[in-house]
């Protein structure tokens, strides 16, 4: 009978102390390590991506996208829809996955996509101002209008076939932070026209902040949206 308690309680102090050991190297020391490498090789990944202004305040994250919009004019109203503020260059659509009372800097409740097929809304195998009201089509149509319209300025007129496929639909995660050069070059006369700028300035500007393909093959050339509108901030109080 002692030994058999004296065993156990062998065993539940081996246990303890075992416990205790992986305790301080699992939850203590380890932690500790990864979190010290992280800020010493990599800080800016490590605390979030952030970009700051000129100013050095914190504006946003480089991996999270932001519309810029005009403020509501009923603001308790959720069937007021929003309205592009057109002095700053505009993100990819953000619609359809519902709204976000807690972050209002991008209109998503939740990161995804819409579920719905390239064909939804289709008539005929095509996308046209036929389609049915609140399918994928009868959206991309909408948005197309919208992007000639919107950026349309003097001297510049945007055709149909300039506007990029990112103009008009939402990321698989709905919170793409970047945009196509493509896209943000239809943007560049009407951003000039609305802030005073030469249209040289801001396709400079388009230039500077336009990245390449990882490593050189993979991905897209692309443009960080909130890095753009940050330096076109800059500019315009410059």
Same mark, same amino acid.
């Given at each position: @009978?002692?030994?058999? &308690?004296s065993?156990?309680?062998r ?5 303890l102390r075992?416990?205790l ?8 020391i380890?932690p500790?390590?990864?979190? #010290?490498?992280a +800020? ?8 979030g991506?952030e970009i700051r202004?000129?100013? %050095?305040a ?7 996208? +932001?519309t810029?919009?005009l403020?509501?004019q ?5 069937e007021? $829809?929003?309205?592009? !503020?057109?002095?700053?260059? /505009?993100?990819?659509p953000? =619609? ?8 209002t +800097?991008?209109?998503?409740i939740l990161?995804? $996509?819409?579920?719905r097929s390239a064909?939804?809304g289709?008539v005929n #195998?095509?996308? %046209?101002?036929d389609?049915?009201? #609140?399918?994928l089509?009868? /959206? ?7 992007v000639?319209?919107d950026?349309?300025a003097? #001297?510049?007129? &945007?055709?149909p076939?300039?506007?990029?496929a !990112?103009?008009?639909?939402?990321s698989?995660s ?13 943007? &560049?006369?009407?951003?000039a026209?609305? =802030? %005073?700028? !030469?249209v040289? /300035?801001?396709?400079?500007l &388009?230039?500077d902040?336009?990245t ?5 093959? @993979?991905g ?10 940050t330096a076109l ?5 410059s």
């Open positions: @009978m002692n030994n058999s &308690v065993n156990t309680a065993l539940i102090g081996a246990g075992a416990l050991v992986l305790t301080v190297i699992c939850g203590v380890y500790l390590a990864v979190t #010290g490498i +800020q010493a090789l990599f800080n800016d990944k490590a605390n991506s202004d000129g100013s %050095g914190v504006v946003g994250s480089s991996l999270i996208g +932001q810029y919009n403020p509501k009923n603001p308790d109203d959720p007021e $829809a929003a309205k592009p !503020d057109l002095k700053w260059f /505009q993100p990819r953000s =619609n359809g996955l519902g709204s976000n009372s807690v972050n +800097q991008y209109a998503l990161s995804g $996509a819409t579920n064909d939804n289709a #195998g095509r996308c %046209g101002k389609a049915e009201e #609140g399918t089509c009868a /959206q991309v149509v909408a948005a197309k209008e919208a000639i319209a950026n349309t003097a #001297g510049y007129q &945007v055709k076939e300039d506007v990029p !990112d103009a008009v639909t939402s698989g709905g919170l793409d932070p970047n945009i196509s050069p493509e896209y943000a070059k239809i943007q &560049v006369h009407r951003v026209e609305r =802030n %005073g700028l !030469d040289r /300035q801001v396709e400079k &388009v230039a902040h336009t390449g393909r990882t490593l050189g093959f @993979m897209e050339p692309r443009v960080n949206v909130l890095e753009l509108n901030r800059s500019l315009t109080r």
